[in-house]
C-alpha cells in the first residue's frame, strides 16, 4: 500500500506561482511514477504531470508545458509540482497519484490516491 497526502494549494492571483507537495509513505516508490490530476467542478479529471521516481523520466500535459515543474525529493519522499503564471482556468482539485512503471496519463492506470488539495486562482 501507498499513502499519499497533498498539500501547497490556497488561493493565488492570476499570473501568480504555488508549490503543491504530495508526501509518500508505506512503500519505497523506486518502482513507482507519481503523477498531479486535477479535476474542476463540472469536468473529468485530467492529468498534469508525473515523475517516474526511478530514473526521474517526467511528462507535462500541453496545458502546464512551460510553466509547471515536478520533482522528486528522495530523501523526504515527496514530490513537488511547482506551477508558475497560474492562469484561472488552472482553479482546480489537485491529485497526486501513483502508479508502477513509467510516466502514464490516464487516470485509470493509477491504483493509489490521496485525498486532493484546491487550488484557486483569481483573476
Known amino acids: 500500500q501507498v499513502q499519499l497526502v497533498e498539500s501547497g494549494g490556497g488561493l493565488v492571483q492570476a499570473g501568480g506561482s504555488l508549490r503543491l507537495s504530495c508526501a509518500a509513505s508505506?512503500?519505497?516508490?523506486?518502482?513507482?511514477?507519481v503523477g498531479w490530476f486535477r479535476q474542476a467542478p463540472g469536468k473529468e479529471r485530467e492529468f498534469v504531470s508525473a515523475i517516474n521516481w526511478g530514473d526521474g523520466s517526467t511528462s507535462y500535459a500541453a496545458s502546464v508545458k512551460g510553466r509547471s515543474t515536478i520533482s522528486r525529493d528522495n530523501a523526504k519522499n515527496t514530490v513537488t509540482l511547482q506551477m508558475n503564471s497560474l492562469k484561472s482556468e488552472d482553479t482546480a482539485v489537485y491529485y497526486c497519484?501513483?502508479?508502477?512503471?513509467?510516466?502514464?496519463?490516464?487516470?485509470?492506470?493509477?491504483?493509489?490516491w490521496g485525498q486532493g488539495t484546491q487550488v484557486t486562482v483569481s483573476s
Open positions: 497519484a501513483a502508479s508502477l512503471g513509467h510516466p502514464k496519463v490516464l487516470s485509470r492506470d493509477y491504483d493509489y
Open positions: 508505506g512503500r519505497t516508490l523506486s518502482s513507482y511514477t
